[in-house]
């Protein structure tokens, strides 16, 4: 087995006979590159520092000083992207309960195997991995490269080429036009797929499609009889909630998520949704038995959000129940000090606790504390912040409130469009304060498409290109900006070279006019510079 010499392997086990076994097996197998972690926390420090082609990782990893199973593991790696998609997991396990081993399979691990095994078992799990991923290797390439265009198109040449394989292909394929926004293109896949006969992930995918759509009563529909065809299939109860939660229905999204996590309990994730939605349906019972799950099985990993804490705080208060709402905040600065995003969150909570009992100033005090520490964090979510803006309305913090929504407008990573903010003061009943920041928002984008316009005239394309970008962000639906922020793309292509993501960025603006004015008459025009573009540099169609 000389083709194994030069893998890499991190072994996650807390038993150190087993690590033992693993690394006898291993050596057998001609591997002899192996790295041990004894917990999630040891094992996500060394994947910090390096990367692994394989992953060895015990299900069951012991209450320990770090709390985390082999589930949560792979579920932080896969959502802080500390593993790529080539990264080969294998969940090892003895663990008899289905629950587990199911929401371990929903996180689709590369492979599981049931202890106990024989090194030909994990030599043969091993190999057909391997096998695998050089097959899909130079299509995940051009992903990591940000080349989804021509990740699409070496997925449908491989379709012809690995036959066995064409099924996955053509899922990815799919999934690749679901992340390019193009809806119509991927849901067309799907049908292809079920055409040739049922599948639950291409069912799974066209109800995806008919979500981005908006077509919401038809993804209802298919999920319902999706789930009654497959009631194990996880992720069809988180977007059938979604959609529920779309179309109105808090109880009924509530509801299809308690199923959920009755079936598998363990995702923190899904927990987390469910808390939310209790809140949102008034369900106050459920949401603090929601929140306190997730607060304890988050306790030990290496990325505790605070906000977990303030959303049991949230719930609490609701409740009335001051005193453990306090114990909560307590336990928030015993346990995560030290960062902006914890002191933003644990004032937010304080001041929920303060304004529960009648303490006005106290809390007004708290919610300055908070916008104060706001500025310096990162990473919180915008649920928080805007939640945040509505706090400080109700404690007649006007300029605060302000402040924190045009923060939020002007951070890079914020989805908040300028129509979303004005209507969020307007729920508020704050018309004035609507307008406001609208006319602000309004003249910021009218001073970046000038800059933008400015930059070009000296030749200073990115510069031009990246204002337009910004302006967008706030008013994504401006056809005007958007037409302007194709032509300075493609006129950046054309002058300084092809780049396949500002490519990408050009094809999925010039969509999203076609959803505003499909018979615009520069739409044709701009289609035809793109395809000269591309044929300049030697790119096919």
């Given amino acids: 087995m000389k083709e194994y010499s030069d893998l890499s392997v991190l072994i996650v ?238 109880a009924q999204a509530k509801k299809t998520l308690e199923d959920a996590v009755a079936l598998s309990p363990h995702m923190v994730r899904r927990l987390r949704h469910l808390g939310e939605v209790a809140l949102t349906a008034d369900d106050i019972v459920a949401a603090e038995r929601a929140f306190k799950q997730v607060v304890a099985k988050a306790k030990y990993s290496e990325f505790r959000d605070p906000e977990d804490h303030v959303n049991l705080v949230k719930a609490l208060v609701k409740k009335g129940d001051g005193g453990q709402a306090s114990g909560v905040v307590r336990d928030l600065e015993r346990s995560m000090r030290g960062s902006p995003n914890v002191e933003a969150c644990r004032a937010i909570s304080a001041a929920l606790v303060q304004e529960l009992a009648g303490n006005v100033s106290a809390a007004a005090n708290e919610l300055n504390l908070a916008v104060t520490a706001l500025a310096a964090s990162k990473g919180l979510s915008t649920q928080l912040k805007i939640g945040l803006v509505h706090s400080c309305l109700n404690n007649k913090l006007d300029k605060a409130a302000s402040d924190v929504m045009l923060g939020l407008m002007n951070d890079p990573d914020s989805d908040v469009t300028m129509e979303q903010a004005i209507d969020e003061f307007e729920k508020a009943g704050r018309h004035d304060m609507a307008q406001s920041v609208g006319a602000h928002i309004s003249q910021q984008v009218e001073e970046l498409m000038s800059d933008a316009a400015d930059q070009a005239s000296h030749g200073e394309l990115k510069a031009a290109v990246l204002a337009l970008r910004q302006a967008l962000r706030r008013t994504p639906s401006n056809l005007q900006l958007l037409l302007q922020s194709v032509e300075a793309i493609l006129r950046q292509l054309n002058t300084l070279g092809w780049e396949p993501p500002l490519a990408e960025q050009a094809q999925h603006q010039m969509h999203s006019i076609r959803k505003l004015d499909a018979s615009h008459p520069m739409l044709a025009s701009l289609h035809d510079q793109y395809a000269a573009t591309q044929r300049k540099y030697g790119i096919a169609n």
């Fill in 13 to 250: 086990d807390p038993n150190p006979s087993m690590r033992g076994n693993l690394h006898n097996m291993l050596n057998q197998s001609s591997i002899t590159k192996i790295d041990y972690a004894v917990s999630a926390g040891t094992a996500i420090r060394q994947l910090g520092k390096k990367s692994f082609d394989i992953i060895l990782c015990e299900y069951d990893l012991g209450t320990g000083s770090d709390g985390q199973d082999g589930q949560q593991l792979l579920e932080d790696l896969r959502h802080h992207k500390l593993i790529g998609v080539w990264t080969i997991f294998i969940m090892l396990t003895s663990e008899g309960v289905y629950g587990k081993v199911m929401s371990a399979a929903e996180l689709t691990p590369t492979d599981y195997i049931l202890k106990p095994f024989t090194v030909d078992v994990l030599s043969g799990r091993i190999g057909r991995a391997i096998d695998r991923r050089a097959i899909f290797l130079p299509v995940y390439q051009l992903i990591g490269q940000g080349n989804l265009r021509e990740a699409i198109k070496a997925c449908g040449a491989a379709e012809s080429k690995h036959v066995r394989h064409a099924g996955d292909f053509l899922r990815l394929r799919a999934e690749l036009h679901l992340d390019l926004g193009e809806l119509d293109l991927a849901e067309q896949l799907y049908q292809e797929a079920l055409a040739l006969k049922p599948l639950d992930w291409a069912n799974l995918g066209l109800a995806r499609t008919l979500f981005g759509q908006q077509r919401y009563d038809d993804a209802h529909e298919a999920l319902l009889k999706l789930i009654e065809q497959n009631p194990r299939l996880m992720s069809a109860y988180d977007l059938l909630a979604k959609t529920q939660q779309a179309l109105g229905q808090a």
